[in-house]
């Protein structure tokens, strides 16, 4: 937990870079922890990023201003549905892991909600986004994400794996 910690403090710090009308942010770098995220009015996050180089490492996790589950030690977690929505896009329904203020999107074992999440993103201008924790309030937040293609792609390049999206 402490590793997605430091990365929300350093993204919430980072100017948008990348492409010219791209609301992205990046920390890190070419073999070290790194990753893009974008922030939205409510002051939630969204990043996707690596806690350390090498293939399968990238996770794409909402950060919320409220907790969202029970806070559990960084290696365990909590699954719970999520509902998700790109520009005026149908919506759909995934189940991602929740810790704490966290909802990660991954791609390990037989789940692939960081794929289906990045497909969607990477040509989206804003993506909405309804956590719904058991024993916990609907959580609603809204971000910007032009230029995610490019952040994506540099997520993947900085992190050392292979880029999904070709």
Not at 41 to 50: P, V
């Amino acid at each position: 937990m402490r590793y997605w910690v430091f990365g929300v403090a350093v993204a919430a710090m980072s100017v948008g870079a990348g492409a010219q009308n791209s609301a992205w942010g990046f920390f890190g770098g070419p073999g070290q922890a790194s990753g893009a995220g974008v922030q939205a009015a409510d002051g939630s996050q969204l990043l996707i990023k690596c806690d350390k180089p090498g293939k399968k490492q990238v996770f794409a996790v909402v950060v919320a201003t409220t907790n969202q589950a029970r806070p559990l030690p960084s290696n365990q977690y909590e699954s719970f549905p999520v509902t998700l929505r790109m520009d005026d896009k149908p919506t759909w329904d995934d189940n991602w892991r929740f810790n704490d203020k966290f909802a990660m999107a991954v791609d390990q074992g037989n789940t692939r909600s960081l794929s289906r999440l990045l497909e969607q993103l990477a040509d989206a201008k804003t993506v909405e986004v309804r956590l719904k924790p058991i024993e916990h309030s609907i959580y609603n937040t809204k971000f910007d994400v032009a230029g995610a293609r490019e952040a994506i792609a540099k997520v993947y390049s900085d992190c050392g794996d292979k880029n999904p999206l070709g």
